[in-house]
């Protein structure tokens, strides 16, 4: 299964467009995933993605395959429930093939087959067959095969004829299995058909019993799907570019009712007609008579224009705006700077170290106050040493006594207390001035107590800024994105903000009336 199929699949809901966007012009060679960890650093909800999939990859890797699908399937707190969205995409039919999903999976670890590959490896050679008791009655549309459609029964029934050939040369093996029909060796046997510039008469004739073969079941399966109909039947087809195939389905009923007695030929709808109409019952058609209206009472109950009228699309909202670009909204001096780089001869740039190293310092800040704090040191230089293997010892040191120096501080406490999250991405919408705003964004450490909500984002100038003034506004602008978004899902609690300048360490409030301020700026751009 590819990647683009599990992006697409309930899982993830991304649709074609924007799956377009991510891999069209990701470069040669460069892995989907690749370029999703690219545009992770823009786009806060393909980065929620991203850190999906590696925690997928690292729990497959260490649990057996039933215990990494169970805990994928089901829901709960820190589960997926990813059984939930197939069902909501799927229908309740889905419960059925993710059931026996878990139990073939269950055998194969019974069996031995606990790693992933191992299961997906013998799911391949010996999927397992679904039996479904489809004939109860529900209020819904059943479209399946003809083959699957044996044993069941409909008041109505559509056969729907795509009108192609039901037998195609193309489409028979290389190696075709014969049996000899004259005398001499008697046995199976297999004819390797090259092509016609080899063929003779014996392939000709193999493949004319072939074909004779493919439409005597073409028309078994025709009457297997016509006698599914308990009251009425309609056969029905479509086609291409193309004209339809002389047999079709839908041919062969026209041709049989179209001379009967009983056939009535009708000219409506005329994109299909000739429509013929076959009867087998003796009872009269029931024609519905017209019921004169009554004016009186169709004046007293009429509705309103305005709820017969279909209602104006609504407008699309624009891209999503990102908190952390809010700046260049309220900054006057704000130019964006052409890059002198070819997008055509230059290769693909590396992030600068600046953006390296703080990256490594999100991520650390992110999972380090999980871990007991004796136990951080050990796996917080590891994950330096994969990440800065090219840095220079002084420079691993210094992030790690950075991030030490803020998770031991305990002015910081409050941020990296137990029920406190990293990176929550967020997302909704804002009027600004007279437009409406989609902002989509990630908080990088968010903290709910019983009268407050504190948000943080982390910073790592260097030299950080001593006060809340020397700090660019458009960092308070994203403060204000963020508070903003957060009221509406905490009424009773108020909403705190702070910069957090991981060289220094420094933390900088930013009060109410600051991110008040910056709102208005933000609506007056």
Same mark, same amino acid.
């Given at each position: ?29 460069? *892995? /989907? ?17 991203? $850190?999906?999939?590696?925690?997928? #990859? ?10 990494? %699908? ?26 059925? !093939? ?35 008791? =489809?004939? #109860? ?35 028979? *093996?290389?190696? =075709? ?52 109909? +308990? ?6 087809? %479509? ?8 047999? @079709? ?21 005329? !994109? ?5 109409? %076959? ?5 009269? *058609? ?43 909204? !309220?900054?006057? $001096? ?38 007991? +704090? ?52 967020? =997302? ?17 450490? &968010? ?27 458009? %960092? ?25 300048? @991981?060289?220094?360490?420094?933390? /900088? ?5 600051? &991110? ?10």
């Amino acid at each position: 299964l590819s990647l683009a199929a599990v992006l697409k699949s309930p899982l993830f809901g991304m649709d074609e467009e924007r799956l377009f966007r991510l891999a069209w012009n990701r470069g040669k060679a460069v *892995p /989907l995933f690749d370029a999703m960890r690219a545009q992770a650093l823009q786009d806060p909800a393909v980065a929620g993605m991203v $850190d999906t999939l590696q925690r997928w #990859q690292n729990d497959a890797a260490f649990k057996p395959a039933f215990e990494f %699908y169970a805990a994928l399937l089901s829901g709960g707190p820190d589960r997926e429930g990813a059984r939930r969205l197939f069902v909501a995409r799927l229908g309740h039919e889905a419960n059925d !093939i993710l059931d026996e999903f878990l139990s073939f999976a269950l055998a194969g670890e019974r069996a031995g087959l606990n790693g992933l590959e191992a299961l997906l490896s013998a799911l391949d050679g010996q999927a397992p067959e679904i039996k479904r008791e =489809m004939d #109860q009655t529900r209020d819904e549309l059943r479209i399946m095969t003809v083959h699957a459609a044996k044993g069941l029964e409909a008041p109505v029934v559509f056969l729907v004829d795509p009108g192609s050939a039901p037998f195609v040369a193309q489409h028979l *093996p290389r190696l =075709m299995p014969f049996s000899p029909r004259r005398e001499g060796w008697q046995g199976k046997g297999f004819l390797w058909r090259a092509g016609k510039d080899v063929s003779n008469a014996v392939a000709a004739s193999f493949e004319a019993d072939a074909k004779v073969k493919a439409e005597e079941e073409y028309r078994r399966l025709l009457y297997v799907g016509m006698t599914r109909a +308990e009251d009425r039947l309609i056969v029905c087809g %479509y086609h291409g570019a193309r004209e339809p195939q002389a047999l @079709t389905w839908q041919n062969v009923v026209r041709q049989a009712l179209s001379g009967s007695e009983t056939a009535i030929e009708l000219d409506r709808p005329a !994109i299909c007609a000739p429509v013929y109409r %076959y009867r087998v019952s003796d009872a009269a *058609p029931v024609e519905r008579e017209a019921a004169e209206p009554d004016v009186a009472a169709v004046s007293d109950t009429a509705l309103p224009d305005a709820l017969l009228t279909p209602p104006p699309m609504p407008p699309d909202l624009p891209r999503p705006l990102s908190p952390s670009r809010a700046g260049a909204l !309220i900054e006057a $001096d704000y130019e964006p700077v052409p890059s002198p780089r070819s997008p055509v001869l230059d290769g693909e740039r590396k992030p600068g170290f600046a953006v390296q190293r703080g990256l490594a310092v999100h991520k650390l800040l992110q999972l380090l106050p999980d871990c007991p +704090e004796g136990g951080r040191e050990a796996p917080a230089r590891r994950y330096l040493e994969r990440v800065g293997g090219d840095w220079s010892e002084s420079e691993r040191e210094n992030v790690w006594r950075s991030v030490l120096g803020i998770l031991e501080d305990v002015r910081f406490s409050a941020i990296f207390a137990p029920g406190s999250r990293a990176e929550i991405s967020v =997302m909704g919408a804002l009027t600004l001035g007279e437009r409406r705003h989609a902002v989509s964004g990630k908080i990088d450490r &968010l903290a709910v107590t019983e009268d407050a909500v504190l948000i943080v984002d982390y910073k790592t100038n260097r030299p950080a800024p001593e006060t809340l003034d020397e700090a660019p506004a458009a %960092y308070v602008a994203q403060l204000a994105l963020y508070a903003e978004l957060l009221k509406p899902l905490y009424p009773d609690r108020r909403v705190e903000a702070a910069l957090l300048f @991981t060289e220094a360490p420094l933390l /900088l409030p930013v009060s109410e009336e600051r &991110l008040g301020a910056a709102l208005e700026r933000l609506t007056g751009a």
